[in-house]
């Protein structure tokens, strides 16, 4: 459907207002689609992304600043998510041994079997745009994304 028809609007201020109002329509459907998808696991998608970071550096821990850093979502509060998570048994919390300001963060073996099993819903929601999109407009689409934000 194309955002004209979406949103019920049919003029823009110019095409650049458009993409920009797409850009967010379109975000935000995809935020619902990942939600739902992660709904039967009882995850956020923030905490999602932290557990795909923590599977990335397995077995070794990651400090709740690396985390930060490494988050789709700057504006996330790490820490909180990280409480929650433990909260879940899916990671550990950890003094750091070098430095005992820091707190080390690692994925617990629950985090690593329920990370598998919403992995796995995930790749089901994005079959959606997988058949939708040729692997070529995807590639475009990355490299427009990429050139806005840079």
């Given at each position: 459907?194309?955002?004209?028809?979406?949103?019920?609007?049919?003029?823009?201020?110019?095409?650049?207002?458009?993409?920009?109002?797409?850009?967010?329509?379109?975000?935000?459907?995809?935020?619902?689609?990942?939600?739902?998808?992660?709904?039967?696991?009882?995850?956020?998608?923030?905490?999602?992304?932290?557990?795909?970071?923590?599977?990335?550096?397995?077995?070794?821990?990651?400090?709740?600043?690396?985390?930060?850093?490494?988050?789709?979502?700057?504006?996330?509060?790490?820490?909180?998510?990280v409480e929650k998570l433990k909260q879940k048994g899916l990671v550990e919390r950890k003094s750091c041994k070098a430095d005992r300001?820091?707190?080390?963060?690692?994925i617990t073996e629950k985090g690593l079997n329920l990370l598998t099993l919403a992995s796995d819903a995930m790749d089901e929601q994005?079959?959606?745009?997988?058949?939708?999109?040729?692997?070529?407009?995807?590639?475009?689409?990355?490299?427009?994304?990429?050139?806005?934000?840079?």
């Amino acid at each position: 459907m194309r955002i004209e028809e979406a949103i019920q609007q049919k003029k823009f201020k110019d095409e650049f207002q458009k993409a920009h109002i797409n850009v967010l329509y379109t975000a935000s459907w995809i935020h619902q689609q990942t939600m739902q998808a992660l709904k039967p696991f009882n995850i956020s998608w923030q905490q999602f992304n932290i557990l795909r970071i923590l599977r990335g550096m397995h077995p070794e821990p990651a400090s709740v600043k690396l985390l930060t850093e490494r988050m789709i979502d700057k504006m996330s509060n790490a820490s909180r998510l990280v409480e929650k998570l433990k909260q879940k048994g899916l990671v550990e919390r950890k003094s750091c041994k070098a430095d005992r300001r820091q707190v080390d963060v690692v994925i617990t073996e629950k985090g690593l079997n329920l990370l598998t099993l919403a992995s796995d819903a995930m790749d089901e929601q994005m079959d959606v745009v997988r058949n939708r999109l040729t692997r070529h407009q995807a590639e475009q689409l990355n490299e427009l994304l990429d050139a806005m934000r840079y």
